[in-house]
């Protein structure tokens, strides 16, 4: 739907003969006033986000590859293995997510359809925000001094992965934000601009009631005939 998505609105034709053509005007220019630091700030977001999610991912993947081959006795935490094996799947779908929105962006000068967008971000917010705290926690704690230095190694790249994944939630916050002021001044402006109160259509109603009786020699026969 056109109007439920980050969009930047054409301007109106200023030689319209419509009544009300400047109030149109005034509105359709305040809103291209407000949408372009919109869509930048949009695509600078979106482009952060793939700029966090790519990071995230090599960082956890390579702790994850290495520990299955090579660091088997590292002892790494389960908590904060379990949150880098999510957090770098979140990583690699917002890659995708994310490069979608921008071919939308680049191409049709609107992102992907605002609802859509505002589940990604709450879904990409809680987890990642859960998902890298509870592991940042937990690999804080799991390697001590004498772990060795391919622990410290393995504790380092975690760390660094994982804090990439809280920026993508930080980032989405962000975007989240955004978009929930531009479905609120979508709401606010179609109740002010498009949207009127019902109204009965003037005309006239008319009710015509007809009422006939029977003629007196039709109810003398009807009687003599009951009488029968």
Same mark, same amino acid.
């Given at each position: ?77 389960? *908590? ?9 799947? =979140? #990583? /690699?779908?917002? %890659? $995708?997510?994310?490069?979608? +929105? ?68 930080? *980032? ?9 002021? =531009? #479905? /609120?001044?979508? %709401? $606010?402006?179609?109740?002010? +601009? ?35």
């Amino acid at each position: 739907m056109e109007d439920d998505s980050e969009t930047v609105p054409l301007l109106i034709d200023p030689y319209t003969d419509s009544p009300g053509a400047d109030e149109q005007s005034d509105v359709m220019l305040s809103r291209n006033s407000t949408a372009r630091p919109f869509h930048r700030m949009t695509v600078a977001l979106t482009w952060l986000s793939i700029a966090l999610s790519v990071p995230t991912f090599a960082f956890l993947l390579t702790v994850l590859t290495m520990d299955q081959v090579f660091w088997r006795d590292s002892k790494l935490d389960p *908590t904060a293995k379990e949150s880098s094996s999510w957090m770098m799947t =979140l #990583a /690699l779908a917002m %890659v $995708f997510i994310g490069f979608l +929105n921008l071919v939308c962006l680049y191409m049709h000068q609107r992102a992907m359809p605002l609802f859509l967008n505002l589940v990604i971000d709450v879904i990409v917010i809680f987890f990642s925000f859960g998902w890298s705290v509870m592991g940042l926690v937990a690999n804080a704690s799991w390697c001590e001094w004498s772990c060795g230095g391919t622990g410290e190694t393995i504790q380092l790249l975690v760390g660094i992965g994982l804090s990439f994944g809280l920026g993508i939630g930080i *980032t989405h916050l962000a975007l989240f934000l955004m978009r929930c002021s =531009l #479905a /609120l001044r979508w %709401v $606010f402006e179609r109740r002010r +601009n498009g949207s009127r109160p019902f109204r009965i259509p003037t005309g006239h109603f008319t009710v015509e009631f007809t009422i006939r009786f029977l003629r007196q020699d039709n109810a003398d026969v009807f009687q003599s005939g009951n009488g029968e």
